[in-house]
Nanobody
Framework: QVQLVESGGGLVQAGGSLRLSCAAS????????MGWFRQAPGKEREFVAG????????RYVNSVKDRFTISRDNGKAAVYLLMNSLNPEDTAVYFC?????????????????WGQGTQVTVSS
């Protein structure tokens, strides 16, 4: 059974930082592209960042470029999202997801496994 468990969310002031973690089990982690998505109240789930199987290629939504950094540790079966310069528009539930596709996709339909999410709230 595949499990993706996110942690590291919380309440932070604008301009602050958080580091999200996602621990994976039940899958061949290094054979999966990993991604982070987020969903704010009343909005659709959106792609935030993705990282290739080896970690040598990443993709970001424009709104987080130069602020967020995705990384992975295949030995620990974990993926991380370092979020700097947070602003209230970053408030959302953040989800970790895994895809068996060879590239880094950006749509929810192309990710096959999902975590339960972790809440990130940025106060102004």
């Amino acid at each position: 059974q595949v499990q993706l468990v996110e942690s590291g969310g919380g309440l932070v002031q604008a301009g602050g930082s958080l580091r999200l973690s996602c621990a994976a089990s039940g899958l061949s982690f290094s054979d999966n592209v990993m991604g982070w998505f987020r969903q704010a109240p009343g909005k659709e789930r959106e792609f935030v960042a993705g990282i290739s199987r080896s970690g040598d290629s990443t993709r970001y939504v424009n709104s987080v470029k130069d602020r967020f950094t995705i990384s992975r540790d295949n030995g620990k079966a974990a993926v991380y999202l370092l979020m700097n310069s947070l602003n209230p528009e970053d408030t959302a539930v953040y989800f970790c997801a895994a895809s068996v596709l060879p590239m880094v996709p950006i749509t929810t339909q192309t990710y096959h496994y999902w975590g339960q999410g972790t809440q990130v709230t940025v106060s102004s």
